[in-house]
């Protein structure tokens, strides 16, 4: 292992995990807010939306991540449609984990019995209301499990963004060890910097599933 | 109606060359969870006795293969083995060994949660009705961790499938890679191959994956 | 007599091919306590849940102070204010402390001020010895006190009349007094209560009419002294049966 290595290397790995970083978690911001919007539509059966919701959610769960990006970044300019490197990226991680959100969130729902909404109901509560006040708490805390996983999936998932021309970390690993064949100093970077990203929110998420079980439920 | 490029895959034999990368996808997925089923039975086990060393190990390994991404472990095995031992471990077999290492503890998880999710209740009134240990795990416990654990199983065939699109990366000529190469051979004949190549192969994709998953979750459905 | 407050006329109720209420009518005066028994599947607790507009019945009518019942109408979730229910299963929500289970609608439905709904929601925990809770979760409730305070619960809006589901189902031999002295002290304050329960001397004991119910119909009605001394109807005195044991003979050896 050779320190001098290292340190030479370090700007362009930071400079490629600050990348890997910002597609992610706009990536995964996007991604909750898609599969929250998939999930409610799904649940409440919403008319002819909730078919289309759900041919979406197959299609993209069904489907490896770097196919989808492939098509969405070579395929679609072909029939006039060209999208950045960058927001194709964003917008793959967000279609994939929109369609994994929405299911754990919909889990979610499902896990809460119908007669509670009753039970909120014969109080005078209004549709909304109970959908607000009683439904959606309950649903977001059973699901935080769901999503911690599905946010840890998901920052993995960024290590095929190489494949369209991302200097991610992949791409900068790959590219430094075919220039310099300095292979273990590469691959230990590319571990320690992977480590980085992911041992917080792997260690954060499970004091927070802690948290909601306990505290929130008073256990 | 714009060019879909979908015309290159009738030219010859292009049709049969992509369904034969996906075959190499599939192979490796195949020999992957036969590999990850057997051994995750053995270390889903292991990881219910009460022993120190082994819980620890365990510990470590699963929270490895929770973080890393499959992409670093392919590097690691890939390029990382040729460096650190002079092994020459070829992508296929890399692919193999990365895909193993990674199944094994997801369906070692799998396991392990399926028989501590067995109440304990349900060993007990067996053993008043008088069975022995054998007859227990036999006839009352396996059966019912079988019904939790098979249509998880299954469904991490279907993510063991998806994830084998990886191993393009470091150069398996497999369904992708073959759609590359049919796209760059007919580049002046058919200049919007990319389209119809790739959403080929998205296509193929769905078409392997959606029915396994399906049945999973029906079983689970009539088994829950 | 008191005024009608709830008229129930003939109304039939079907879940699919499955005819659960089958024309039936039914007055129930303000300050009464009405008790509906009958053996499980006849529909009493259906009745409950139509009155609540949480199910709708496919003929015939409700109507609660002369306004028709209607689940699909805007002005349900007024008229449930003043109808309160308790159901067997508690249904507290359980990501709410024990004070914002009760205030909760008070202070959205209702708009009430947050303090003046605190204030009432701790004089009726009080009133039912669940002071000390109000700042628990409803886990850490036992049954009994989980259904106390789904009572007080609903009558923080000060409902016209309370529906209680088989309150006492779920619970522990030894937690069902707890939960029937409260229903028996708001009859005391003549509450309007419609009551399904299968505690046949609570029932004696609340009840100011007793409602018989099988097979989707009123059998029998009357005073809880007739009716459980003297059931007139064979259907009653074959249901009463079931409640008592004869002493074993045994077999000859």
């Known amino acids: 292992m050779n320190w001098e290595v290292i340190q030479s290397y370090l700007p362009l790995y930071e400079k490629a995990a600050l990348l890997t970083l910002k597609i992610g978690w706009l990536g995964i911001a996007f991604s909750i807010v898609l599969g929250f919007v998939c999930a409610i539509i799904r649940h409440y059966k919403v008319p002819v939306l909730h078919r289309i919701v759900g041919i979406y959610i197959e299609l993209f769960r069904n489907t490896p991540l770097l196919i989808q990006l492939f098509f969405l970044y070579f395929g679609l300019p072909k029939i006039g449609i060209s999208i950045d490197a960058e927001v194709c990226g964003v917008l793959g991680l967000t279609l994939l984990g929109g369609a994994y959100m929405a299911e754990s969130f919909r889990s979610g729902l499902e896990s809460i019995e119908p007669i509670q909404t009753e039970s909120a109901m014969s109080l005078g509560m209004s549709r909304l209301q109970t959908i607000w006040h009683v439904i959606l708490p309950q649903a977001i805390s059973s699901s935080v499990p769901a999503f911690v996983a599905n946010i840890i999936f998901l920052l993995k998932e960024t290590s095929v963004f190489s494949a369209i021309s991302l200097m991610d970390l992949m791409f900068t690993a790959k590219d430094l060890i075919g220039l310099y064949s300095k292979t273990i100093e590469c691959l230990a970077m590319l571990v320690v910097f992977y480590l980085l990203i992911l041992l917080p929110v792997s260690i954060i998420g499970s004091i927070v599933e802690k948290k909601l079980r306990f505290a929130g439920f008073g256990e | 109606m714009p060019d879909l490029g979908l015309d290159v895959l009738f030219k010859g034999i292009n049709m049969q060359r992509l369904l034969g990368g996906l075959w190499v996808s599939l192979r490796i997925s195949l020999i992957a969870i036969a590999i990850s089923i057997f051994l995750g039975l053995v270390v889903g086990w292991l990881m219910t006795r009460k022993n120190i060393v082994i819980k620890a190990v365990t510990r470590v390994y699963l929270e490895i293969v929770r973080i890393m991404p499959q992409m670093v472990l392919l590097f690691i ?12 471990i070829d992508a296929e077999l890399s692919s193999v060994i990365v ?12 396991v392990r949660s399926a028989l501590i999710s067995i109440p304990k209740h349900q060993y007990e009134s067996a053993y008043a009705l008088g069975m022995s240990e054998g007859q227990t795990y036999l006839s009352v416990i396996i059966p019912q961790t079988f019904r939790r654990l098979i249509p998880l199983a299954i469904n991490l065939i279907t993510r063991m499938i998806k994830t084998t699109s990886l191993v393009m990366m470091i150069g398996v000529v497999e369904v992708l890679k073959v759609g590359q190469q049919i796209i760059e051979a007919n580049r002046k004949a058919s200049p919007n191959a990319a389209f119809g190549v790739y959403l080929t192969v998205f296509v193929l994709y769905f078409i392997v994956c959606w029915p396994i998953s399906m049945f999973s979750k029906r079983l689970e459905k009539k088994w829950s | 007599m008191a005024e009608v407050l709830i008229r129930i006329d003939q109304i039939v109720k079907r879940f699919d091919d499955n005819v659960v209420l089958n024309g039936l009518s039914l007055d129930i005066h303000e300050g009464e306590v009405v008790v509906v028994v009958g053996p499980s599947g006849c529909g009493k607790s259906t009745l409950l849940r139509c009155i609540n507009g949480l199910e709708p019945v496919q003929e015939g009518s409700i109507t609660f102070r002369g306004e028709k019942v209607d689940g699909k109408a805007k002005t349900i979730t007024a008229l449930r204010q003043k109808v309160g229910m308790v159901f067997q299963s508690y249904e507290l929500f359980p990501h709410k402390t024990i004070l914002d289970n009760i205030t909760l609608a008070p202070m959205k439905v209702q708009k009430r001020s947050k303090a003046d709904a605190r204030k009432e929601a701790e004089e009726l ?19 009994g006190q989980k259904q106390r305070v789904a009572i007080v619960r609903a009558l923080c809006m000060h409902p016209d009349v309370l529906l209680f589901d088989e309150v006492t189902a779920a619970l522990d031999p030894e937690m069902v007094r707890e939960v029937l002295d409260v229903i028996l002290d708001l009859a005391k304050q003549w509450k309007t209560m419609v009551i399904v329960t299968h505690e046949m001397s609570f029932a004696r004991a609340v009840a100011d009419r007793i409602i018989f119910i099988d097979q989707g119909k009123i059998v ?34």
């Not at chain 2, 460096?83 to 020459?88: C, D, E, I, K, T």
């Not at chain 2, 895909?99 to 799998?110: N, Q, T």
């Open chain 2, 77 to 88: 095995v890939f390029f990382g083995t040729t460096r650190l031992f002079g092994w020459n």
């Open chain 2, 99 to 110: 895909f193993s290492f990674w199944g094994v503890a997801e369906m070692s998880d799998l």
């Open chain 3, 125 to 143: 925990l009080d009133r039912v010895g669940l002071l000390d809770k109000k700042d628990s979760f409803p886990r850490q409730l036992s049954g």
């Open chain 3, 220 to 253: 029998e009605e009357g005073k809880p002294a007739d009716f459980f001394d003297h059931p007139q109807t064979e259907r009653a005195q074959a249901f009463l049966q079931t409640f008592t044991f004869d002493k074993v003979e045994k077999e000859p050896e």
